[in-house]
Nanobody
């Protein structure tokens, strides 16, 4: 059974940075396209970043483009989300997800449990 475990969340001041990590076990990450979602209180879950199985292509939500960077380290079975210039509206639970495919879609195969990111002013 594939398991995804996120880490790296926390409380940070606006303008700061965080690096979220997602460790994959029970499977080989190189078989999966990966994505990061987030869900703020009272809001729907939002897809913020994706990376293809090969890592050749990434995509971002308009709201985070230029500030978020998704990357993958297949040797370590890990995917990262670098978040820069944090804003209060980035406050959310961030979820890692895996799709057994070349390209990530919202029909996810596996979810992580989430990591909380809170941005203070």
């Amino acid at each position: 059974q594939v398991q995804l475990v996120e880490s790296g969340g926390g409380l940070v001041q606006a303008g700061g940075s965080l690096r979220l990590s997602c460790a994959v076990s029970g499977g080989t990450i190189s078989n999966y396209a990966m994505g990061w979602f987030r869900q703020a209180p009272g809001k729907e879950r939002e897809l913020v970043a994706t990376i293809t199985r090969t890592g050749e292509s990434t995509a971002y939500a308009t709201s985070v483009k230029g500030r978020f960077t998704i990357s993958r380290d297949d040797a370590k079975n890990t995917v990262h989300l670098q978040i820069n210039r944090l804003k209060r509206e980035d406050t959310a639970v961030y979820y890692c997800a895996a799709k057994f495919s070349i390209i990530f879609t919202t029909q996810v195969d596996y979810w992580g449990q989430g990591t909380q990111v809170t941005v203070s002013s």
